[in-house]
């Protein structure tokens, strides 16, 4: 990672840092402080926050998926892995009630898409992740699921800051954050699992909307 892309993950990791500890998916029910809370609560302007940095990686049906495809459109990035046990499966439940929320609205898959990259590729292969993607009632037109090969990988997942630690019995420790991403590309919201709202991410989507351009 060098040069633009190298500034703009060092942009990300310091709004990171400005905006919410590393919090582990595994210790996702362990309660929030007040202060945390306020600095993750959605405000008015949605901001920028960074620039998102570029990525490609695989679908399920093999065809690569990069960021800069998305342009124009408003993204929610999610790193997950199929086999964990609590956090993000929860993650996706929401994100899938979001989903059905912004499809009565008009909204996706025309103006909102997701993303969601798994951080287990030698376990989630594209069938696997295909499968978890249908329980969740993902609609393939706007929500991606992808993966790459762990070496491939690597560079993606530390231009997000997005570390990952085996756990024993298989688990995966790593932050459980999702990012909201304007049509210019930009990181424009982040949040944690336990402050991640459906309800509150339709409204910073419509405010997101109704924004003018860069």
Not at 55 to 74: K, M, W
Not at 99 to 116: D, H
Not at 136 to 149: C, S
Request: charged share 20%; proline share 8%; glycine share 8%.
């Amino acid at each position: 990672m060098r040069g633009g892309r190298q500034l703009a993950s060092l942009v990300l990791v310091a709004a990171l840092l400005l905006a919410v500890a590393p919090r582990p998916a595994r210790a996702h029910d362990a309660p929030q402080r007040a202060g945390a809370a306020r600095l993750l609560s959605t405000h008015p302007s949605l901001g920028v926050i960074g620039r998102a940095p570029r990525f490609t990686l695989g679908d399920p049906e093999g065809r690569p998926v990069s960021l800069t495809d998305f342009a124009g459109r408003i993204v929610l990035l999610a790193f997950i892995y199929t086999s964990c046990p609590s956090a993000c499966p929860l993650v996706t439940q929401r994100m899938a009630v979001l989903q059905r929320r912004l499809t009565a609205a008009g909204l996706f898959p025309s103006r909102v898409n997701f993303v969601s990259v798994t951080v287990d590729p030698d376990r989630d292969t594209t069938e696997t992740l295909a499968r978890y993607a249908k329980g969740f009632g993902a609609d393939p037109r706007g929500w991606k699921f992808l993966r790459d090969a762990s070496d491939a990988l690597r560079p993606m997942l530390a231009a997000w800051d997005e570390w990952t630690k085996p756990l024993p019995a298989g688990e995966i420790d790593h932050p459980a954050r999702l990012y909201l991403i304007d049509g210019a590309g930009r990181v424009r919201e982040i949040y944690s699992l336990s402050l991640f709202d459906e309800r509150q991410a339709f409204l910073d989507i419509r405010a997101l909307l109704v924004q003018p351009g860069p």
